[in-house]
DNA sequence: GTGAAGTTGTGGTT
DNA sequence: AACCACAACTTCAC
């Protein structure tokens, strides 16, 4: 646009819906001679359709969309967010002719899915002469600024993301909160009806669908007043958990965890307990991957806290550092954010080049030319039967049964309590493709995110970012670190929870005695292990060992020519890492171990003990 | 090339 | 609470 003329705009919200601390937002409303101003939310059919996701995330969703849109007309009662039912590349176009708009502005999201949809945007208001203005504020940096100043390669450490960022300045200070937002201009739209779009086919909800879904009759609602749907709308019944969304309900939270100084200087992720019935973590996640919350508001909020918190003397309490800390946390968040930006087919093995190739069960299955996923041939019933257990918390593990089910009903489970049920399912015990887990977090978590969802399951598989795949989470030995008493797996399990402490995680090694007094019967009442957790813990780890010679990644040849699975299988056999060993043989070896230990030891141990010696010395 | 470090393992000892 | 041994991965700094 040349100077001078009004500026009819388009916010259009999509990550960010909070009116706090939002880069975006505010380079809209500094547009010179701004003259209609419309936030703007397109319901996308297609994605409300063509993605599988839980009551829960489409409650938060639609109660963040309404507290923002409440926040806005709080600063004017003219303004709302205006929610408009289609796909925006359709129904953008159908604005910005009906509404003369010359600006669309919006927070820029740079992960796969986003950017085939935004360079679509782009072209279209090329096309039409709207000016996009699209502003980074998602993260601490923007992470297409963190794959270049990273030579052009995704993060993979959080050391090559702290160096690459020390080339990019300081994070931006927090954005100021709008007060006042100029009123929108007229709102009637040329074409109202649904028909002008190609209508979604497939719908992967059905299975929660409960009634007929209403809200994409007109494009501007039943009332044709552009508000938030509603559940009932959606043809969904109410959702099952207690978190509630929106900026007011994340700000209080933010609030919450900021006035508790102590707590925020000595924040430690590792020493936090995902056993506690109460998250002993701040439950930032769902507001930060809503947008509700501005990230910069936690990290400058945190380092303002401590700071004043030192000046007042902070009474000798021990500061914790990165990455432990929040900082560290905020961090990590930002490293996943630019692996996904950085690296191709980030959210599967195919193509996927930081990815490590292991023989995981229930991979993902492609079409003759390796680009569309096919659903999975039958046959591999023990595979499937685990996973199915896994995903509906019934595999006879208290502990995971309790996080599946937590994760299920509340769309929240500690960080740590998803590390542990995803190393079960993955490299711990099952052996099965972290791109399966990797949907069942993507349908139930409130929080999801492209980026940290995808990565934390290569980390936990040992796929990318983490490899010392011997460290396996016990099933009883690492909840027990927290909490002997499994206060978690009594909630999610009722069933159990009359047992004695002693076998809380155990249930099947208590004598039939105490089952029986505790109304019971495992096996009949709760299920029996599914599988025996050292011998398949021994398995994995010998697999894992193979895979890691064989050393291919997802783009590796024999990856994208399907000779990769054969490869590993026959180094298993060499190896004998596919053998289920026996009881007996699993005795022996821990007798071997410690006949290796009381004897004159391991070369490693000599050599360490003689360099200890030296340093003493 | 070498050695230390790496967000969050288990099981044992001191 | 802090240390080691277990058996041994990748990255990073020197």
């Known amino acids: 646009m040349t100077k001078g003329n009004a500026a009819r ?41 063509g ?45 910005w002719e009906s509404w003369g708009i010359t600006h669309l502005v919006f927070e820029r999201d740079a992960n796969a899915y986003a950017k085939v949809r935004d360079a679509r945007i782009f072209s279209l208001a090329r096309e039409k002469g709207v000016e996009v203005v699209d502003v980074h504020g998602r993260h601490l940096y923007d992470p297409v600024e963190v794959v270049k100043a990273n030579g052009n390669k995704p993060t993979t450490t959080l050391h090559q993301w702290q160096n690459a960022v020390k080339k990019l300045g300081a994070i931006g200070k927090v954005a100021p909160t709008p007060t006042a937002l100029p009123d929108p201009g007229d709102v009637k739209l040329k074409i109202g009806k649904r028909e002008n779009y190609k209508w979604p086919h497939v719908d992967k909800n059905a299975d929660i669908r409960t009634g007929k879904d209403t809200c ?58 995902p056993t506690s019935l109460e998250p002993s973590t701040t439950l930032l996640s769902p507001y930060l991957k809503f947008g509700c919350i501005g990230v910069r508001e936690l990290w400058w909020g945190s380092k303002e806290t401590i700071a004043q918190w030192e000046k007042d003397g902070s009474k000798g309490a021990k500061k914790t550092k990165e990455p432990e800390n929040m900082f560290g946390q905020l961090e990590f968040r930002d490293m996943y954010a630019a692996a996904e930006t950085g690296q191709p087919h980030f959210e599967r093995i195919r193509g996927n080049g930081m990815c490590k190739f292991i023989d995981w069960g ?103 970012f983490f490899s010392q795949y011997f460290r396996v989470y016990g099933l009883v030995s690492w909840p027990s670190k927290t909490d002997k008493s499994g206060a ?40 029996f292990p599914m599988l025996d957790e050292h011998v398949e813990k021994d398995r994995c780890i010998a697999r894992l060992k193979d895979a890691y010679a064989l050393n291919l990644h997802g783009d590796s040849p024999e990856v994208l020519d399907g000779t990769a699975m054969g490869l590993l299988r026959d180094r298993h056999g060499e190896s004998g890492a596919g053998e289920r060993k026996g009881k007996e043989e699993r005795e022996e070896e821990k007798r071997e171990s410690k006949r290796r230990k009381t004897g004159d030891g391991s070369l490693d141990g000599f050599v360490k003990k003689a360099k200890k010696e030296r340093v003493e010395g």
């Open 9 to 49: 705009v388009i916010y259009w919200f999509r990550t960010d819906l909070r009116v706090t601390d939002s880069p975006a937002l505010q380079a809209a409303l500094n547009l010179p001679n701004l003259q209609a101003f419309y936030p703007v939310w397109c319901w996308d059919p297609n994605y409300v359709y």
């Open 51 to 95: 993605h599988k996701v839980g009551l829960n995330r489409w409650s938060f969703l639609l109660e963040s969309m309404q507290a923002v849109s409440e926040e806005m007309t709080a600063i004017n009662p003219k303004q709302r967010l205006h929610v408009v039912r289609g796909p925006p590349e359709i129904v953008l176009p159908i604005m």
């Open 216 to 273: 994409f009759d007109s494009l501007s609602g039943p009332e044709g007043d552009y508000a938030v749907p509603t559940m009932e709308e959606m043809g969904y019944g109410p959702s099952t958990t207690t978190i509630r969304g929106g900026t007011v309900e994340g700000h209080k939270r933010l609030a919450a965890f900021l006035g508790d100084a102590p707590a925020v200087a000595s924040f430690s992720k590792p020493n936090t307990a």
């Open 362 to 464: 229930l991979q993902n299955q492609y079409d003759k030319e390796g680009k569309e996923i096919v659903p999975r041939p039958k046959g591999d019933d023990e595979d499937e039967e685990r996973l199915a257990a896994w995903r509906e918390g019934r595999t006879g593990f208290p502990w995971i049964d309790a996080c599946m089910r937590q994760l299920k009903h509340e769309g929240w489970i500690h960080h740590l309590a998803r590390h542990s049920v995803a190393c079960f399912i993955t490299r711990g015990q099952c052996y099965i493709s972290w791109e399966r887990g990797m949907e069942v977090f993507d349908e139930w978590l409130i929080d999801w995110d492209p980026a940290s969802n995808p990565g934390n399951w290569m980390w936990l598989s040992c796929s990318a």
């Open 488 to 527: 978690l797996v009594r909630k999610y399990c009722p069933e159990l929870k009359d047992f004695p402490d002693k076998y809380i995680y155990a249930p099947h090694t208590a004598p039939e005695s105490v089952q029986k007094k505790a109304n019971c019967i495992i096996g009949k009442d709760y299920p």
